[in-house]
């Protein structure tokens, strides 16, 4: 449906997906960023500080690998995978227009990009980087907030997948 000086109802709906699109993948981003920095100018040479007893601590790690610190000496591949990852969501993204998953898709891009930015520019060297990591569970790998979006990402990916929710509203 269009009315004369207004633009389709698909492109007002689709740019309303990639507002918040470009909202949420921001905000994940420097939030992932302005943690990370806060992790390694105080956590980084002192004992974990205990949120919740031994079940949440804060304390500074890095990781050169993937979750569970696997592939350690793939750094480069990892990047890589990365990189395209990142260029398949922005390729991607333009034909969505459901807002949930424009969530989805914002979340994986947010995090991906935060972890992205450790292995380009922290130490060890350039596209050699170490992920910092400052969340700790008992049982569980440390992790930050780029981990989380990638998993929350997955999990809400999943869900709309088995309930095959399209990424386009309906016409």
Do not use: C, H
């Not at 960023?33 to 500074?60: C, H, M």
């Not at 130490?123 to 700790?136: A, H, S």
């Amino acid at each position: 449906m269009q009315t004369e000086g207004r633009a389709p109802l698909k492109s007002s709906r689709a740019n309303g997906a990639r507002r918040l699109f470009i909202a949420i993948t921001t905000s994940i981003f420097a939030l992932d960023l302005a943690t990370k920095n806060w992790a390694e100018a105080e956590l980084k040479f002192r004992e974990p500080i205990k949120v919740l007893g031994d079940f949440l601590q804060l304390s500074y790690s890095t990781n050169s690998g993937a979750a569970f610190s696997l592939f350690t000496d793939a750094t480069l591949f990892l990047s890589s995978l990365k990189l395209a990852v990142v260029g398949f969501i922005i390729f991607y993204i333009r034909k969505v227009t459901r807002p949930i998953w424009a969530v989805s898709f914002s979340l994986l891009l947010g995090g991906v990009l935060g972890n992205l930015y450790d292995r380009i520019l922290r130490p060890p060297g350039l596209w050699r980087g170490e992920v910092i990591d400052w969340i700790e569970l008992p049982n569980w790998p440390t992790f930050n907030i780029a981990d989380s979006a990638i998993v929350t990402a997955g999990i809400l990916m999943t869900i709309l997948a088995m309930r095959n929710v399209p990424t386009e509203l309906p016409k």
